[in-house]
């Protein structure tokens, strides 16, 4: 018994001594950063011909910057298209010897759900059951809906009240990442190489990132942090392909148009008729891709079918592009009159291909959660994120989680240990590349 009690205590004391050492807290906890950027209004909207698309965007973007100054980063600066970026200086005797890695987060909300006024509830030491929001009775977060929720007991869950969604996508992200700053300021005994930091605008609605200055943004990998389940990572998106199928008919006065008129809408309602029913959103999941026609124009004149084609594989997407392309050939057969014409483009590709030859982005965000105390495992999204066009611009970007569930709408979630072990993790990740 004694024995066994000595060496409960000498382990403890060796794990102490290797990386429990108490850290000094920052000087505002995650949980109060995240509180405060989630009321500020940033969401973004679709159809835009600027970056960034709405101009409140640039009111938690010039209040990052000067938080960032005032934690002592160097470099900060947004961009004329409301891009932070920032640098937080190594500390090592030597930063050159090891890569910059990049934290990236975005700074707006779905155009989906209002994020104005947004008033988050804390529902402390939650004991199970369903959670309904109280300023809407109707938004219920159910356990049968959110099994994740088994995982929180005793852990105090982040709500929106029921009218807005709580934008913990992706401001826990960016609280996650200032409060690591923050946390390495206060804790210069935490050896890391240099940081590059950017907080981005438009993610929701795709047109940020093409604006992101890869250059001069200076890292040489990069994670974004803007994943959902703690302890989930991911290095694999699929690929992604956008067609446009046009019928071209003719249109003539339907009072003489007997013998002239060639009416597309019906070669359109061929098409769509041919889609394999096994092979869509709604009935796919996994590792398994889809063709999704999702939006169009009826016009005797000209109709027009657009479709996305989703695959982990490129042979896959290729397989679909072609099962889109002779269904063209079919419904031109039974519809000679219309001219039916498919373009295919492409929109991002699976950052696998890439990340394959960086296996250590992967395995060191592995081993920070592991010493943050969670069971990291790798998802594959389904859904393309910034780091994928980083990836192929020549950033190596994977996704790490930031402890938020049900992104997009009111019943969007957090909680004070996932915005925590976030946080430890990124601590943890810029100690391992430290010391590589
Ligand atoms: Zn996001």
Redesign the pocket.
Known sequence: MKLVLASVLCLFFVSSALSQTPLKPPTESVMDRFFRYVKIDTQSAEDQNTVPSTRKQLNLANLLARELTALGAQGVRVSEFGIVYAVVPGNLPDNSKVPVVGFI??MDTSPAVSGANVTPVVHKNYQGGDIVLPKDPTQVISVADNPVLKDLIGDDIITADGTTLLGS??KA?VAEIMTTIDTLRQNPQIKHGMLAIAFTPD??VGGGIEKFDVKGFGAQVAYTV?GETLGEISNETWSARTATVTFQGKSTHPGTAKGIMVNASYALADYLSRFPQDMLPETTEGRVGFVHPYTGTVDVEQSTLKILLRDFDTSGLDAKEKLLRDMVAQTQAKYPRVKVSIDVKENYKNMKEVLKDHPELTENAIEAAKRAGLKPYIRPIRGG?DGSDLTFRGLPTPNLFTGGQN?HGKLEFNSRRGLEKSTETLVHLVQIFGGK
């Open positions: 987060a975005h996508d992706d992200g993610e929701e803007d994120t992104f």
